[in-house]
């Protein structure tokens, strides 16, 4: 696993530099300006073309926001940005399977919801609790009575195929509201924090 913190440049290998390069290339290839921080601190501004600036001191946060913020069609024909990809599901330890994205024992369509997941779960005091069972993805009937209060609960929809929330697909309702919670959780936290004036 190679370092993730920007900060540690220094002890970085050179697969670590090369991918660095390649996001920064990438970013100011579609529009984004990348600056370096000052010489006794390690890290990058980055500034899209409304002037909106954001910095990081995490080559896995680069690269995800790289993923979030450049169109998928740009993203799928760029060679470089493919490689970023694999750097990024790797060190995020998610799987491809030819047709899904595993992170932990949760498959996903698209690879951007592992990884929002992945990034969630890393953040999350509730990383010590993912399990290792094998991946879940059942075909399903629809939500019972039961499930229905579940979902109502918290802001669940379900399409026929996956249950929905937040943006993101599930095959199972356990997974949806695990996430629910954990947003939730986060959002306590951070309201508290605010309260207190820390």
Not at 54 to 79: C, G, H, N, Q, T
Not at 127 to 144: C, K, M, V, W
Not at 164 to 193: F, H, M, P, S, W
Request: aromatic fraction near 14%.
């Amino acid at each position: 696993m190679h370092t993730d913190n920007l900060a540690q440049k220094p002890y970085a290998d050179s697969t670590w530099h090369s991918t660095l390069a390649k996001a920064i290339f990438i970013l100011r290839k579609n529009g984004f300006a990348v600056e370096a921080f000052s010489a006794d601190r390690f890290g990058y501004y980055v500034t899209n073309s409304a002037g909106a600036q954001r910095s990081f001191v995490s080559i896995i946060e680069l690269i995800i926001f790289a993923k979030e913020e450049i169109p998928e069609s740009r993203w799928i024909e760029d060679d470089g940005a493919k490689e970023l990809e694999r750097y990024l599901l790797a060190e995020l330890s998610i799987t491809f399977n030819g047709q899904q994205y595993q992170y932990s024992e949760y498959l996903y369509d698209h690879a951007l919801d592992a990884i929002n997941y992945a990034k969630l779960m890393r953040a999350s005091k509730h990383q010590t609790t993912i399990t290792t069972s094998q991946p879940q993805y059942l075909e399903q009937e629809g939500p019972n009575e039961e499930e229905k209060q579940r979902m109502a609960t918290y802001g669940i929809t379900y399409d026929g195929k996956h249950y929905q929330y937040a943006g993101y697909r599930y095959g199972r309702l356990d997974d949806a509201v695990n996430y629910a919670k954990i947003i939730a959780c986060n959002e306590n936290r951070t309201a508290l924090r605010t309260a207190s004036g820390t």
